[in-house]
């Protein structure tokens, strides 16, 4: 194995290449902060990525001559790009982020990688991230890997041999964290709600954040739970070692919790490396609806930016401005809904940290639709659960101005039938 370091690498990006950024934890920094120190001799490289960990400098407006960023899903480090006119947003359902690259359609010069430190026998791994990477090896003209000893070693779609790398170079860094397991009494409310519509054996899908957490803390006493996501974090853990998540009863993954990424604290990257109870895919598969509806019991948790009275969920934009983006979320809520008794579940808070209204009678001016109105199921707030199953429209504005905080129920009402009624 011939190892080289992080300069020479950069050496062989040229202008004009796209390059595609592995993912959330797994993002190669060192192998980044190289070619961004070749700014002054490349132009019109373009980045592109789902969600990063890392301060993303060529992300700054000062290289816009230099690079353009391209977000499949826009994270916090990059999310001024579009304002700034140095970056854009491509739509797509990450179940089909993979096919890209495959088909063609985003044509790849350069994957820049992290793996874990070769074996024996030449094989490394993908660690906490898989998602698109795969197929961005499999794609791209070059493969550049930046070698971690601190990388986790996952199964899976995450095992790649050396043979499928043309360079390598070695920097070994703690991998970046990303957990946040406090939550407050809204949250707490919230989780209350969405347990008591688990029942055991039910197959889970959630994310990060206050509101995953609380669901999570409040399923320890729930038996034979299975796992079938996008991503998880630490508190997966918690429900292993209390014996609620076994994966014993789901049909399709030998008893393993399947992912296609995971993000938390070196507690959690500790807790998988060489375990085989985990295995990560790829996101066709771990996103596919067809694959997820097979899991019985299958419970989609996702959330919302805000959702209108008709159900229509608002959840990559704030009005007409990208903040995040589709990710997975119509892929499992498809899933979950075509699952023998599974649920579709969007759980957020009734209200903005700034007190504004999240249940609106129409959405922003600009607003993404990324779940349709008829793609919605339970919809959770603090207030309680909102069941749009076979409910008309009319049932559908009272279900949700009832679930919405009091003091905008009224208001709701009003607005939504002042203007869709005749005069």
Request: glycine share 8%; hydrophobic share 40%; with cysteine.
């Amino acid at each position: 194995m011939n190892y080289t370091t992080a300069q020479e690498a950069a050496k062989l990006i040229k202008s004009g290449d796209r390059i595609y950024l592995h993912a959330v934890a797994c993002t190669p920094n060192h192998l980044i902060d190289a070619i961004v120190a070749r700014a002054s001799e490349l132009r019109n490289v373009e980045f592109c990525h789902i969600h990063t960990l890392g301060n993303a400098p060529y992300a700054d407006p000062k290289y816009k001559e230099s690079f353009f960023v391209n977000s499949f899903f826009v994270g916090g480090n990059v999310r001024h790009t579009i304002r700034e006119g140095n970056g854009t947003y491509t739509p797509v359902f990450l179940s089909e982020l993979p096919s890209l690259f495959d088909n063609g359609l985003v044509p790849l010069d350069v994957a820049l990688i992290q793996v874990s430190t070769p074996d024996e026998n030449g094989y490394c791994s993908l660690g906490p991230s898989v998602v698109a990477a795969a197929a961005a090896i499999r794609s791209a003209k070059l493969v550049i890997a930046q070698v971690n000893n601190y990388m986790p070693k996952t199964f899976g779609d995450a095992v790649l041999h050396i043979s499928q790398i043309d360079v390598l170079v070695e920097h070994h860094t703690p991998l970046l964290t990303e957990y946040s397991a406090e939550f407050g009494e809204v949250e707490d409310k919230i989780g209350g709600y969405i347990a008591e519509m688990i029942e055991d054996g039910s197959t889970l899908q959630m994310g990060i954040g206050s509101i995953p957490e609380a669901v999570l803390q409040r399923l320890k006493n729930h038996k034979h739970l299975g796992l079938h996501t996008e991503m998880f974090a630490d508190g997966v853990i918690d429900l292993i070692e209390a014996g609620a998540l076994d994966c014993s009863q789901q049909t399709i993954s030998n008893g393993k919790a399947i992912s296609t990424f995971l993000i938390g604290t070196e507690r959690l990257y500790k807790y998988i490396d060489n375990n085989p109870f985990f295995e990560l895919r790829e996101c066709s598969y771990t996103n596919d609806p067809f694959i997820i509806q097979q899991n019985p019991k299958m419970i989609a948790i996702n959330s919302a930016v805000e959702i209108d009275v008709t159900g229509q969920i608002c959840a990559d934009s704030i009005g007409a401005n990208i903040y995040s983006g589709v990710g997975g979320q119509v892929d499992f809520m498809r899933g979950a809904t075509r699952s023998q008794g599974g649920k579709a579940i969007i759980a957020m808070s009734a209200t903005t940290k700034k007190g504004g209204n999240k249940i609106v009678p129409f959405l922003k001016k600009g607003a993404g639709v990324v779940t349709s109105r008829a793609h919605a199921q339970y919809i959770v707030t603090e207030y309680g659960v909102a069941d749009l199953r076979g409910k008309s429209i009319v049932d559908r504005v009272h279900a949700l101005a009832n679930i919405a905080h009091p003091d905008f129920r009224e208001d709701i009402l009003r607005e939504y039938f002042d203007n869709t009624r005749n005069k």
